[in-house]
């Protein structure tokens, strides 16, 4: 069974850092590339980053760059994303998913809120 779960989300002060966490099961880790999005209320989904296969390409939205840093650990099947100086709209949900070719799995997200 595949799964994909997030953690690390909460609420946290504009400046702030957290540090989610995807770990993956029930299907060859390292051969897929991962991504993070994040959907805000009563928004479109956006693609935050994402990280090839190996590690070595990384790939950044522009609202994001120089302050998100995507990484992966495929020993621990686990993909994080290092999100520092937060801004109150960086609030959303953010998921994962994982990409090889035409095959896509998706985890159920965690919120990440930042406030005041």
């Known amino acids: 069974q595949v799964q994909l779960v997030e953690s690390g989300g909460g609420l946290v002060q504009p400046g702030g850092s957290l540090r989610l966490s995807c770990a993956g099961s029930?299907?060859?880790?390292?051969?897929?590339?991962m991504r993070w999005y994040r959907q805000a209320p009563g928004k479109e989904r956006e693609l935050v980053a994402d990280i090839s296969s190996g590690g070595s390409i990384k790939n950044y939205a522009n609202f994001v760059k120089g302050r998100f840093t995507i990484s992966r650990d495929n020993a621990k099947n686990t993909v994080y994303l290092q999100m520092d100086r937060l801004k109150p709209e960086d609030t959303a949900v953010y998921s994962c998913s994982a990409v090889w070719g035409v095959t896509y799995y998706w985890g159920q997200g965690t919120q990440v809120t930042v406030s005041s």
């Open positions: 029930g299907f060859t880790f390292r051969n897929y590339a």
